[in-house]
């Protein structure tokens, strides 16, 4: 059943070889006229151009149809999502009892007010009456109000206790908000000791407009969040640098991560399937960039995937007595700044200054080593650089060497005894310090 | 927004016998804009500011409209989008809302309570004077390195600490600002307090005198809080403290807690004034008093008292414990109470009345029926579970948006239309009137209704793209959004044809408009009342 028409066939970037044609001319056109502007505003301005051609030739090209998301928006999606634990049922049937009842209200009160405009009104020969008081009215329309609204948070009261309580739970998983991505850590229950980072999947030419958009646009992620179905499922939250939030609207969960404090949510999903979610906390940036998908699977599967990722987790672990060469290390840190760094000081090393500083040519990466080792471990006061220390030995010895070898530096290396070195000074001072406290 | 020229101003015979007193501006465009201390000249001033704001604010709002047209990236990068609803954010609040009900008091407070002028005139120049270079500061926030804060208008620490050096400029903006809301709102108490005509007690005063007299007394309590606020954030960023971090053994919700004990109040600064405002519009044209006045003066009084224990009703997904969360909602239930009992007095106003709809009327009764779709879903945001489900996504932005444009703006329309005539001595095109009228509802109701339906499917906000599925709906808004901005030159062409020309207004153009201000002349007399009148 559709309403409407599909307007999608009519806004959505639909690119065909004319399209390309007629944007790529455009873009030529813009690039050259940018060798007197700035770059970016030109870029900019072709940004510009490219989504006017595409709007002026979209009726034109074939249409790219929008199907609805598996666990997410449906296609002009009314109202809330389907529910999926009893909690978001609750808060649906609450949705729509609040619904009913105030329009119930309005529909009297406005009943009203468009009768007296009808038929109060001079050009029908109404003469104003002068009464401007009643007590009685006045006690009247205080009172069933305040009767209603006490019954409307009444009614709430439950769900609210309900949501509360996150005891008992059979899983817990700690997630962790970072600029701009989740990480992961099962705490307790099966699956105990699994950890990754799940990361937008989207890629960057369906945002840019240059490849069709997917089904699951926006909200996918490269590593799902895997719970068995009908267990209840306790999610810790922290977050490493700023506030972000955790949300999953089927299981009606929103909860914020709050750097260096802990909060918890729990659901219980009722069924099968994917859900999904993003980061409902303005965060920087890349805010609109940071999905949250769970999967929920059965029992079966469940254990299944738990053993998989078990297996995989052993052999990501480094030989411990390897013994690493610095093109390996270089190889190696490339791939850790790709996961952990570029957000920030991106894949240019130019930064985003002046939150975000530079590295290529930064005295930080091509002065002494030792003071890159203690702010990677430790984080910057004060700064939006967090402390990397969750990263192994090798995986920090890499990333030095990455960052001061890469984008013409010319900084000396760290060794991963260095970085073991380090650390254990750094824990040894830690124990000190605890120590010294009354 | 008058047409009061120099030498002009009392010009005509009104009664008022000449004396060796001066009487008129000072002359010289200089000496009579800037160094003014007439009410009704620094009244035009705040509201040809507030309007250059909102025109600025409404901009911001139209590039971000633009880019959410579609998914994906077409106009601007993420930075800028964050730039630009922080940026528009802030304008509209604190450059438009406030100042344009600040404009309204200077012009009409003295002329409803029989007084010749402000109480501190001097310090009344200094206030507006004030907002140029909070204003410049803002713009300039744009151009620095890193740009304009992008932290979102409500500057969440450790956010806000992350920022450039457009943070700083905002910062100081916002603490100029305070420092001008303060001194006008000083001001505008001892006016009412100690300078209304004799026999006018406090229960004769005119509703939109008590709305702001309520009203100053709530931004002298919360103006200060939100500057202890941002200096707390000024000081995170600079000087070492550690209020909002963690590490340092600070708490990035204690920001939250602070900002919105000055947030909530806040809200109600910038619909308190608007409840006044409808409050005589809606009487003058059903041609009957005002229903229920002293429930009216409670109601207003019991707004401004809950305003100030509901404020964590902002920050449920903090995590506050199931005692706060019940508190908190069952609070926030009880404003609906004196809100609704507002309504039904407007309409039991309405009720029996003789009503014709001229703009100012037209504006009144499209502020009731759109604010109070905006008062219901308030109250369903109220209810903790849902507002849970809805927190931070567009249903939020659907809802204050309903209170704040189709409120506090509909009722500003409302507000000029009404004393325009008296304000320039000209009535208004009518016709051009109803145009924007019709505009503005229409277009406002296709930009901001389908965000309902956005947020109750999760879409967030403050995010530059999404999900295709929300694909259609974001269309509508954009599309909406243009054609309401569009709509407001039509206001800017009505006012500068009334300014210059018109009918002759007389001293009360309105049949049924009751108070003192209609009984001075049109455009009144440079002091106001020389004389004060007796209120029997």
Aim: one cysteine or more; glycine letters at 8%.
């Amino acid at each position: 059943m559709k309403p409407f028409p599909n307007l999608s066939t009519f806004v959505s970037p639909a690119v065909n070889t004319k399209d390309i044609c007629v944007i790529f001319f455009i873009y030529e056109v813009m690039m050259f006229a940018g060798n007197h502007v700035k770059h970016a505003v030109s870029r900019g301005a072709a940004r510009f151009a490219l989504a006017a051609s595409g709007l002026l030739t979209a009726p034109l090209a074939f249409a790219q149809k929008t199907v609805d998301m598996q666990g997410g928006p449906a296609v002009r999606q009314l109202n809330l999502h389907a529910p999926a634990t009893k909690i978001a049922a609750d808060i649906y049937d609450l949705h729509t009892g609040m619904l009913i009842v105030c329009t119930l209200i309005f529909i009297a009160v406005f009943g009203a007010m468009f009768y007296s405009i009808y038929a109060h009104r001079k050009s029908k020969g109404h003469k104003a009456e002068q009464f401007h008081e009643s007590l009685a009215v006045e006690i009247a329309w205080t009172v069933i109000p305040t009767i209603i609204v006490i019954l409307m948070a009444a009614f709430a009261t439950k769900t609210v206790l309900a949501m509360k309580d996150t005891s008992n739970a059979d899983i817990t998983i700690k997630a962790t908000g970072y600029q701009w991505k989740w990480g992961y850590d099962y705490l307790k229950g099966e699956g105990e000791g699994i950890s990754f980072v799940s990361n937008r999947s989207t890629p960057k030419e369906q945002i840019d407009g240059t490849a069709p958009k997917g089904e699951n646009y926006m909200l996918e992620v490269d590593n799902e969040v895997v719970v068995p179905v009908n267990k209840k499922v306790r999610v810790i939250l922290t977050a490493q640098d700023v506030i972000h939030a955790w949300m999953i609207p089927s299981f009606g969960v929103k909860q914020d991560a709050i750097p260096g404090f802990i909060r918890d949510v729990h659901f219980t999903s009722l069924k099968i399937g994917k859900f999904r979610g993003q980061c409902a906390e303005l965060c920087g940036k890349e805010h609109g960039f940071m999905p949250i998908v769970v999967n929920v699977v059965s029992d079966a599967d469940y254990t299944k995937w738990v053993a998989e990722e078990k297996k995989k987790l052993a052999a990501k672990q480094d030989d411990p007595n390897k013994v690493w060469t610095a093109d390996e290390l270089k190889v190696r840190g490339e791939k850790v700044y790709a996961a952990n760094c570029v957000a920030c000081h991106q894949a240019t090393g130019k930064g985003v200054p002046p939150a975000f500083p530079p590295l290529e040519g930064a005295k930080m990466v091509n002065g002494p080593k030792d003071n890159q080792i203690a702010i990677l471990l430790n984080g910057r006061q004060g700064s939006a650089m967090a402390a990397f220390k969750q990263l192994s030995d090798v995986e920090l010895a890499a990333v030095i060497t990455y960052t001061r070898t890469a984008w013409g530096n010319k900084g000396e290396m760290p060794s991963v005894a260095e970085l073991k070195a380090a650390r254990a000074w750094d824990a040894a001072k830690m124990t000190q310090l605890a120590a010294k406290q009354p | 927004m008058s047409a009061v020229l120099p030498g002009h101003g009392h010009a005509d015979d009104h009664g008022h016998g000449h004396d060796d007193h001066h009487h008129g501006p000072p002359a010289g465009y200089f000496m009579r804009w800037v160094m003014t201390t007439n009410h009704k000249d620094i009244g035009t001033l705040y509201l040809w500011f507030s309007f250059t704001m909102f025109l600025t604010g409404g901009v911001l709002a139209l590039t971000l409209r633009a880019e959410l047209f579609q998914p994906g990236l077409q106009i601007v990068n993420p930075e800028v989008f964050n730039q630009l609803t922080t940026m528009h954010g802030i304008i509209m609040v604190f450059g438009a809302i406030m100042p344009a009900f600040v404009g309204f008091a200077n012009w009409m407070i003295p002329m409803q309570i029989g007084a010749p002028d402000m109480a501190f005139a001097r310090m009344n120049n200094w206030s507006f004077w004030l907002l140029i270079p909070a204003a410049s500061l803002l713009i300039i926030s744009f151009f620095v390195p890193g740009g304009a804060t992008a932290a979102g208008w409500t500057l969440y620490a450790p956010l806000s600490t992350q920022m450039g050096m457009g943070m700083d400029l905002a910062i100081f903006a916002l603490h100029i600002m305070g420092a001008s809301s303060i001194m006008g709102s000083i001001n505008i108490v001892t006016t009412i307090l100690n300078m209304r005509a004799p026999g006018m007690t406090l229960m004769k005063m005119p509703m939109f005198c008590w709305t702001w007299l309520i009203t100053a007394y709530l931004l002298i309590a919360v103006m200060p809080v939100l500057a202890g606020a941002i200096t707390m954030v000024l000081t995170d960023r600079h000087f070492g403290t550690s209020f909002f971090n963690a590490a340092g053994g600070g708490d990035p919700v204690m920001y939250q807690h602070i900002f919105w004990f000055f947030g909530h109040p806040e809200v109600y600064i910038m619909i308190l004034p608007a409840f006044g405002i409808i409050s005589h519009v809606v009487p003058a044209f059903a041609r009957k008093p005002l229903f229920g006045y002293s429930s009216m003066v409670y109601a207003t009084s019991s707004i401004a008292i809950l305003s100030f224990i509901v404020w964590a009703h902002h920050m449920f997904t903090t995590g506050i414990p199931a005692a706060g969360q019940l508190f908190f909602m069952y609070a926030t239930m009880l404003i609906a109470i004196p809100t609704g009992v507002k309504v039904f007095n407007w309409i039991a106003t309405m009720w029996k009345g003789s009503m014709t709809f001229e703009t100012p009327m037209l504006f009144a009764v499209g502020f009731i029926f759109v604010f109070t779709m905006g008062g219901f879903t308030g109250l369903i945001l109220a209810v903790t579970p849902i507002d849970i489900q809805l927190q931070d996504t567009y249903y939020v932005v659907a809802h204050f948006h309903y209170v704040l444009v189709a409120g506090s703006l509909f009722a500003m329309f409302a507000g000029v239309y009404f004393w325009l005539p008296k304000w320039t001595g000209h009535m208004y095109d009518e016709g051009l009137g109803k145009l924007h009228f019709w505009a503005s509802v229409i277009f406002f109701n296709i930009t901001f209704f389908p965000m309902h339906f956005l947020g109750l499917a999760g879409m967030p906000r403050r995010v530059p793209d999404y999900a295709t599925q929300f694909a259609d709906f974001n269309a509508i808004a954009s599309v909406g959004a243009f054609g309401f901005g569009l709509s407001q030159l039509i206001f800017l062409a009505v006012i500068l044809k009334c300014i210059k020309g018109g009918a002759k207004a007389g001293d009360n153009p309105w049949e049924g408009a009751q108070g003192l201000e209609w009984t001075l002349a049109s455009p009144p007399p440079y002091h106001s009342f020389v004389t004060a009148p007796e209120v029997k």
